[in-house]
């Protein structure tokens, strides 16, 4: 059996532990990848905008 798990962006590293979480309670992988993603989404802090426009100037 295969052990599942997460893997994402620096984005997401503080939010991989709510998908984790979903995987150990046995939900579904998309379930965990939803929830992980719509936590670094959410965050106030995260500023994808600004992140992408200092890498291209």
Known sequence: MVKP????S???EHFLH?????LRK???SLDA???SCRAV???PERDMG????DSYW
Request: hydrophobic residues 45%.
């Open 41 to 43: 989404e959410a965050n």
């Open 50 to 53: 600004k992140r992408i426009t």
């Open 10 to 12: 620096d984005s997401a």
């Open 33 to 35: 990848v939803e929830a």
């Open 5 to 8: 798990f997460l893997v994402g």
């Open 26 to 28: 046995h939900g579904t």
């Open 18 to 22: 709510i998908g984790a979480e979903i």
